[in-house]
């Protein structure tokens, strides 16, 4: 069904052309090995994210960003040969294995048209999944398997446009991401050398089987929500300002001194949206609800990863508390636990049990069927392009849009930017999150209370 922008205007996007991109020198045929945090089967989703450009006048052909891009991405395809491979899952020992280099590697790039101005859809503000997925790319599955990467240029009646693109989680992390992205734009913008050359070792966080017969460990969340199981999800972007994390931080120190060690913005909102969410859901007391945390462990491999590093290097942290303790925990007492447990996933030793955990969970092929309403996952998507500038002509992206798999946005917060089009915001955070409709109300119930702290 067309999205409709006025009465008598339906959004309409066209696919004009797709085409497969690869490297512009060649790349001999190899296969790559992933390492266990790559392989956890919990990454192997596709990330979507969209770029919004505003217009820039005065365009020649050679520099209108379709062309500049595809230019750009196939000199990227260079150094990041891996991203134009083929992934695959083996029954054998459920492990993935890239097929990469040679004839038959390459990037879906498509180029989209549309007969609306940015300024119609606010830039993509607080645009629903479904009208979303227009602007990004589709091509992935092959026959044996699916291309890791692709990418969609979208151009608009005034001038601007999006870049929409579709990356596996199992190559690369926010930090991989970014990386990527930031390449890419420094190759558009004209530059012979990446400031950051890739590299691959993923064998650096490959880990070793136990020997034991321990179980491996999956957190185990029994809180209910009332409102669950239910057909009728939503997804809310909702803004918090600066002033209200000023304030929720001066309060939170007021309960308790920590010291030398200030909680951060993602401590203090994240404790205060678990609160929320808890509260939301009417999770039964007595019920176990969980707080999952991914922590970066670049600087705990011995020795640290290279700056070229790409792939997965983050371990999921949990912290466990009942629906009661919850409610009944003041914001210092969260924050002292997710402080606890980033410190634990910065052991060497902790590291290595992990990876150890992870290869039991893949060998024997282990999902979490249990009821996930108590789980409440949070990430940190803020400083995604933190290694570069994304700015390749058209000055930086003024709004950045994750787009979530229904099943992972259920159960994931996520801390974003706000858009450039909002002055007022300059310093504040955007959190996406989805809930049951009939929990929606009552959760921005509680956001709309975090001003008055």
């Given at each position: 069904m067309?999205?409709?922008?006025?009465s008598s205007?339906p959004?309409?996007?066209?696919?004009?052309?797709?085409?497969?991109?690869?490297p512009?020198?060649?790349?001999?045929?190899?296969?790559l090995s992933?390492?266990?945090?790559?392989?956890?089967?919990?990454n192997?989703?596709?990330y979507?994210?969209?770029?919004?450009?505003k217009?820039k006048?005065?365009?020649?052909?050679?520099d209108r960003?379709?062309t500049?891009l595809k230019e750009?991405?196939?000199?990227l395809?260079v150094c990041?040969y891996?991203?134009?491979?083929?992934?695959?899952?083996?029954?054998?020992d459920r492990k993935l294995?890239?097929?990469?280099?040679?004839?038959?590697?390459?990037?879906a790039?498509?180029?989209a048209t549309?007969?609306?101005e940015l300024s119609?859809l606010?830039?993509?503000?607080n645009?629903?999944?479904?009208?979303?997925?227009?602007f990004?790319?589709?091509?992935?599955?092959v026959?044996d398997?699916?291309?890791p990467?692709?990418?969609?240029?979208?151009?608009?009646?005034?001038?601007?446009?999006?870049?929409?693109i579709a990356?596996?989680?199992?190559?690369?992390?926010?930090?991989?991401?970014?990386h990527?992205m930031?390449?890419?734009?420094?190759?558009?913008?004209?530059k012979?050398?990446?400031?950051?050359?890739p590299v691959?070792?993923?064998?650096?966080?490959?880990?070793?089987?136990r020997?034991d017969d321990?179980?491996?460990?999956?957190?185990?969340y029994?809180?209910v929500?009332?409102?669950?199981?239910?057909d009728?999800?939503?997804?809310?972007?909702?803004?918090?300002?600066?002033?209200?994390?000023?304030?929720?931080?001066?309060a939170?120190?007021?309960?308790?001194?920590?010291s030398?060690?200030a909680?951060?913005?993602?401590?203090?909102?994240?404790?205060?949206l678990?609160?929320?969410?808890v509260?939301?859901?009417?999770?039964?007391?007595d019920g176990?609800?969980?707080l999952?945390?991914?922590?970066?462990?670049?600087?705990?491999?011995?020795p640290?990863?290279p700056?070229?590093?790409?792939?997965n290097?983050?371990?999921?942290?949990?912290?466990p508390?009942t629906?009661?303790?919850?409610?009944?925990?003041m914001?210092?007492?969260?924050?002292?636990?997710?402080k606890?447990?980033k410190?634990?996933a910065?052991?060497?030793?902790?590291?290595?049990?992990?990876l150890?955990?992870?290869e039991?969970i893949?060998?024997?092929?282990?999902?979490?069927?249990?009821?996930?309403?108590?789980?409440f996952?949070l990430?940190?998507?803020?400083?995604?392009?933190i290694?570069g500038?994304m700015?390749?002509?058209?000055?930086?992206?003024v709004?950045?849009?994750?787009?979530v798999?229904p099943?992972?946005?259920r159960?994931?917060?996520?801390?974003?930017r706000?858009?450039?089009?909002?002055?007022?915001?300059?310093?504040?955070?955007?959190?996406?999150i989805t809930?049951?409709?009939?929990?929606?109300?009552?959760?921005?119930?509680?956001?709309n209370?975090?001003?008055?702290v």
């Amino acid at each position: 069904m067309p999205v409709q922008i006025s009465s008598s205007i339906p959004l309409v996007v066209e696919k004009k052309l797709t085409q497969m991109v690869k490297p512009s020198e060649h790349i001999p045929p190899q296969t790559l090995s992933l390492s266990t945090l790559d392989n956890d089967p919990d990454n192997e989703v596709i990330y979507k994210t969209i770029y919004v450009f505003k217009e820039k006048k005065a365009l020649d052909d050679a520099d209108r960003p379709e062309t500049l891009l595809k230019e750009a991405l196939s000199d990227l395809l260079v150094c990041y040969y891996p991203l134009s491979g083929i992934l695959k899952r083996w029954e054998s020992d459920r492990k993935l294995q890239l097929t990469c280099g040679g004839d038959e590697g390459g990037v879906a790039f498509t180029v989209a048209t549309t007969n609306v101005e940015l300024s119609s859809l606010k830039y993509l503000d607080n645009i629903d999944s479904d009208t979303a997925l227009k602007f990004l790319p589709h091509e992935l599955q092959v026959e044996d398997g699916y291309r890791p990467f692709a990418l969609q240029v979208t151009k608009f009646r005034c001038g601007g446009f999006t870049l929409g693109i579709a990356m596996s989680h199992a190559m690369c992390d926010g930090y991989g991401l970014g990386h990527t992205m930031c390449a890419l734009a420094e190759l558009v913008g004209g530059k012979k050398k990446l400031r950051v050359t890739p590299v691959w070792e993923r064998e650096r966080l490959v880990g070793k089987p136990r020997e034991d017969d321990q179980p491996p460990f999956v957190p185990v969340y029994t809180a209910v929500s009332p409102y669950l199981p239910t057909d009728d999800w939503v997804t809310e972007n909702i803004n918090i300002s600066a002033e209200s994390i000023r304030r929720l931080k001066e309060a939170t120190l007021r309960e308790y001194d920590f010291s030398n060690e200030a909680p951060t913005t993602f401590e203090v909102i994240g404790a205060y949206l678990w609160k929320s969410r808890v509260k939301a859901l009417s999770l039964n007391q007595d019920g176990v609800t969980v707080l999952g945390l991914p922590v970066g462990i670049r600087k705990v491999v011995d020795p640290p990863l290279p700056d070229g590093y790409y792939g997965n290097a983050y371990i999921d942290m949990y912290v466990p508390l009942t629906t009661r303790e919850v409610g009944e925990f003041m914001i210092s007492d969260i924050v002292k636990l997710i402080k606890k447990v980033k410190k634990k996933a910065h052991d060497k030793d902790y590291l290595q049990e992990e990876l150890s955990n992870t290869e039991d969970i893949i060998k024997m092929n282990l999902t979490n069927k249990d009821k996930k309403d108590g789980l409440f996952f949070l990430t940190d998507l803020r400083n995604v392009g933190i290694f570069g500038s994304m700015d390749f002509g058209w000055n930086e992206p003024v709004n950045i849009v994750q787009v979530v798999p229904p099943e992972t946005a259920r159960t994931i917060g996520m801390f974003m930017r706000p858009s450039r089009l909002e002055p007022a915001m300059v310093g504040g955070v955007q959190i996406m999150i989805t809930l049951p409709k009939a929990a929606m109300a009552k959760f921005k119930e509680e956001i709309n209370a975090l001003a008055k702290v």
